[in-house]
C-alpha cells in the first residue's frame, strides 16, 4: 500500500470561497496525513464541492474513501481525478495498484483473526470431501467482507479438479442479529462490507464462481435447491433460535455424504454452564462464568440441540451426513493449509501451530 500520493497542483476558483476551501483543504490533508479517514473524508467532500475541478481533492478523496471501504466512491473520484488531469498517467498507475490488491485490512475486515486455525481446518474440510463431481456447491452463510469465501476459493482451486460454486447469503446490512463488534456493525451498516466484499470476489481462483444473495438466510434458504451442496457454511446469525433455524434448513439442502460446518463454537454444551447459555442465548458473545472463556452461547446451545456433540476444531465445527443421519468427521488423514489472503505473520504462528498438533494428516 502507498503511503504518499503523486504531488499535484490545485486551482481555487471563486476569491470569497477561497479562505474556507484553503481551511478545509488544510485540515483534510492534516486528518489525511494522520490516518484519520473518516475526518478527511468529511473535510474533503466539501473541498470538492466548492472547487469541483481540482483533481487533486479528488485524489486525496479516492484514496481516503478507499481506507475505510467506500470502494464504489472511491474509484468514482479516481476517475474524477484522472479526468481532470493533463496527464494522469500516475494516478491511473495509483488506481490500478490499490484496486489489484485483496482489500482485508479495514478495521474488522479480517475475520477470524483472533482463531486463524480454524481457516485452516476449513480447507481440510473440501480435501476430506474431494468429490470428483463435475461442480462442487458451497453455500456460506454469513459472508461479511468475503475472508471465509477466499478461503473457500483456494481450497476449491488446490483440492478440486472442477469447477466450484460458492453461493454466499448475507443481507449486508440490517439483519435483525447485532453482531459484538461495533467496528462490523458500522461496516454492514453503512454498506461498505458488501463493497468490499465484491471488490474481493473478483481475486477468487479461476474455477470458482461467486453467487451473492442478499438477505437473510430466513428469508433466502427456503428457495434453494433440496440435496443442492457438498457443503455448507454457517457463520451467520449467532442468536440460538436463528442458528438453529439454519441447522434444521441447511440439513435438507445437503448432498447425501456431504458437510455442514460453522464458525464460533469456542465451547460444546458438555463445558460450560448450561443456565448460563439458556439465559443468554440471543447474546451474540459473552464470557461464560464456569470456564471464563469468551464464546457464542446462541451458537452453542442450538448445535448441542441440533447434533448432540460435534467434532470441533479451536471454534469450527463440522458434521458429515450419512446414512443413518450426521456423523462427526476427522481431519487426521486430510491435508489443510492457511489461505493467501492471510498476512505472513499469521502464516508463521499458523505453521508453529500445526508442528505441533496433530489434528490434521498434513499441514502445507
Ligand atoms: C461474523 S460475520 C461473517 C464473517 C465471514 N464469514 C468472514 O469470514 O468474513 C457474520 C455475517 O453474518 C451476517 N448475518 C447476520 N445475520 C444473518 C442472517 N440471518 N442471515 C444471513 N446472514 C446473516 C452479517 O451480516 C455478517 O456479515
Known sequence: MLDQIPELGHDGSDKQDEIQRELKFALGLKCFNNSKWEDSITHLWRVAELS??????????????????????????????????????????????????????????????HAPER?????????????????FNILEIGSYGGSSMLTWSDAAE???GGECQIVCIDPWGESGATLHNPIMNQNLKSKRAYDVFCHNATFCSENV?????????????????????????????????????????????????????????????????????????????????????????????????????????????????????????SF??????????WPPDFHDHISNYFKTSNELGEFL
Not at 71 to 88: M, Q, V, Y
Not at 224 to 242: E, M, Q, R, V
Open 209 to 329: 464462481e461467486v453467487s451473492p444473495i442478499r438477505g437473510t438466510s430466513k428469508d433466502v434458504l427456503p428457495t434453494l435447491d433440496k440435496d443442492a451442496f457438498d457443503l455448507i457454511y454457517i457463520d451467520g446469525s449467532h442468536y440460538y433460535a436463528d442458528v438453529l433455524h439454519d441447522l434444521a434448513q441447511c440439513s435438507k439442502l445437503l448432498k447425501p455424504g456431504g458437510i455442514i460446518c460453522g464458525d464460533d463454537l469456542e465451547l460444546q454444551l458438555s463445558e460450560c454452564d448450561r443456565a448460563f447459555v439458556k439465559n443468554n442465548k440471543s447474546v451474540d458473545f459473552v464470557k461464560d462464568p464456569m470456564t471464563g472463556t469468551q464464546f457464542h452461547p446462541g451458537v452453542t446451545l442450538a448445535v448441542a440441540e441440533f447434533f448432540g456433540k460435534v467434532s470441533c476444531f479451536k471454534g469450527f465445527w463440522a458434521m458429515q451426513q450419512d446414512s443413518k443421519g450426521f456423523k462427526k468427521v
Open 158 to 160: 488446490k483440492f478440486l
Open 52 to 113: 469541483p475541478d481540482d483533481s487533486s481533492v479528488h485524489l486525496y478523496l479516492a484514496f481516503s474513501l478507499f481506507r475505510v471501504g467506500e470502494l464504489r466512491k472511491s474509484a468514482d473520484h479516481f476517475d474524477i481525478s484522472i479526468s481532470l488531469e493533463e496527464k494522469p498517467q500516475s494516478i491511473i498507475d495509483l488506481k490500478q495498484q490499490i484496486f489489484s490488491e485483496i482489500h482485508l485490512n479495514l478495521p474488522g475486515f479480517l475475520q477470524g483473526a
Open 332 to 341: 487426521s488423514d486430510a491435508t489443510g493449509f492457511l489461505a493467501n489472503h
Open 119 to 135: 481457516h485452516v481446518f476449513m480447507t481440510t474440510a473440501i480435501d476430506l470431501l474431494n468429490t470428483q463431481s463435475a461442480t
